[in-house]
């Protein structure tokens, strides 16, 4: 069994606010936010942005949970260099945040390149994340 000691929580840190930042420029205007957003239906409203630090807040706070159990993944299966760092993320993106986002085209009926595109940035994010984590001094 691992150790919370065997955990770096700055790299944990370090690694979310990558990741974050990341996802701000990847669904900002200046990437593919506008492309998202038509994608996704949603109109810009002032009444929508009332509470979007709160979002972005809640959002960091998943990142921070991200990056907690990846860093306890990547312990336990004892990752040596960021090769591997990078296969464990991409199975674990195969194998649990592609097929539970599937749902969104199947069910919900939205287009298939919302799920490429949200799906291209979750594997980003499991990439950022796993590389920082495993280059961490």
Known sequence: ?????SINPL???TAAVISFIVGS???????????????????????GMQYGWVRYLVYFAGMLVTSFVLAH???FTAVA???????VSFWLWLGFIAP????????????????????????LSLAIISTVLTTWV
Do not use: D
Request: hydrophobic share 60%; net charge positive; proline share 3%.
């Open 81 to 87: 260099n960021v090769a591997e760092a990078l296969m």
């Open 100 to 123: 539970l986002t599937l749902g969104g085209i199947l069910w919900e009926k939205k287009p298939v390149m919302l799920f490429v595109l949200n799906n291209a940035y979750n594997l």
């Open 25 to 47: 420029l990847w669904y900002s205007p200046f990437l593919f936010g506008r492309h998202w957003a038509k994608l996704a239906g949603i109109k810009k409203t002032k009444k």
């Open 1 to 5: 069994m691992f150790m919370l000691e």
């Open 11 to 13: 790299a944990v840190v």
């Open 73 to 75: 993944i990547l312990l």
